[in-house]
């Protein structure tokens, strides 16, 4: 009897370890909620960022979080903390995080593979023989060769095979020469990632980034053949937004749990240009990473997820500061709601840190 009771006491203990580990690798992520003062920022400023952020008329959610809680956050034109919103090319900086976690995995070799390695059927007679150059770093760093997105990514998506018709577009440079920036080859690595791993991009995002991260992707598109947007197309909440940027403000880890390899993070947000960009608005000495946005703002170093028409996750390391807007996402290639965003955080958000 003693025998037995020691076996189902041993049993019950096994039991609650394993769901307590589950438990810690999967979990809904909750902000801390503090106020501006007691993290340092000057109410007034702040006050004054969401009444600008309201007259601008196209913002639809900003949220400041410094010290990793949440002090001030407003929505406007009916959304909500609760309301998805589609973040467009903040997508990428998703996707760049679960290359890296494929990476680790053994799932990509390197970032050296030649990508027409993962899809030997799209060779075809007369093919540009650069396209076997191509590597995963050039995607990750937009030098693939190909032309801007705004010249050829409509047309493709419009087709019925969207990786298919990306190997016929004409390479206008040599691989890794030059950037141009093309949410095509973004989708690249959402193919690469499904075929590596048997999973979509989606499903080993839930396994691998989200899920442990205790956050939700409410929806993300497909193309024809079922892949996962790569560079454009995820719906989710600016709350569970700014998580992606707490994760690489500290390395990879959110409640101890090493989620994107710090190694990773630390190369992701390295500069890839030889030279910075001199200045776009209040952001100057800008650069790029691994599909990341690096620069200043008043002099202070940032890194940020960007997707067209001001979706921003903005990670101020040395301030200790995340900043997430989201805006009017129904408008075209020459909108003009980026820079006075910046300008925001410029001359309210960032004036405020005391």
């Known amino acids: 009897m003693k025998a037995k009771l020691i076996v189902l006491t041993a049993v019950i203990q096994l039991l609650v370890f394993l769901s307590c580990s589950r438990?810690?690798?999967?979990y809904d992520f909750h902000w801390p909620v503090s106020s501006p003062a007691t993290e340092g920022l000057d109410k007034k400023m702040i006050d004054s960022a969401f009444i600008r952020a309201g007259q601008l008329g196209f913002v639809d959610g900003l949220l400041i979080i410094r010290n990793g809680k949440l002090i001030a956050e407003k929505y406007y034109n009916?959304?909500?903390r609760h309301s998805p919103h589609q973040i467009y090319s903040d997508t990428k900086s998703f996707m760049s995080a679960l290359v890296g976690i494929?990476?680790?995995q053994g799932l990509i070799e390197s970032l050296e593979k030649k990508i027409m390695d993962f899809f030997p059927e799209y060779a075809y007679t007369g093919m540009d023989q650069r396209f076997y150059d191509i590597t995963v770093r050039h995607l990750l760093t937009m030098r693939m060769g190909i032309d801007k997105e705004e010249n050829n990514l409509l047309a493709i998506v419009a087709t019925d095979n969207w990786i298919r018709e990306t190997f016929k577009l004409p390479l206008l440079f040599d691989p890794?020469?030059?950037f141009s920036y093309n949410s095509l080859e973004t989708h690249l690595l959402s193919a690469?990632?499904?075929?590596?791993s048997g999973m979509s991009a989606l499903e080993f995002a839930v396994k691998n980034l989200t899920g442990p991260a205790g956050i939700e992707i409410i929806a993300w598109s497909t193309d024809p053949q079922g892949n996962s947007t790569g560079g454009y197309d995820i719906y989710m909440k600016p709350y569970d937004m700014a998580v992606l940027g707490y994760l690489y403000l500290n390395g990879g880890k959110i409640e101890n749990i090493q989620i994107v390899p710090e190694e990773w993070v630390n190369a992701s947000l390295a500069p890839t240009w030889p030279s910075n960009g001199r200045e776009w608005g209040a952001l100057t000495d800008y650069n790029y990473g691994y599909l990341w946005w690096l620069g200043k703002i008043n002099g202070h170093s940032l890194f940020m997820a960007m997707g067209m028409g001001g979706q921003y996750i903005m990670v101020f390391p040395g301030q200790n500061?995340?900043?997430v807007t989201t805006a009017n996402k129904n408008i075209g290639?020459?909108?003009n709601q980026e820079l006075p965003i910046i300008e925001v955080v410029s001359q309210y958000i960032l004036e405020a840190v005391k």
Do not use: H
């Open 333 to 335: 290639w020459d909108n």
């Open 102 to 104: 494929a990476l680790d």
């Open 78 to 80: 009916g959304y909500s």
């Open 321 to 323: 500061l995340i900043v």
């Open 23 to 26: 438990e810690a690798e999967q």
């Open 192 to 196: 690469i990632i499904t075929r590596t």
């Open 176 to 178: 890794g020469t030059k």
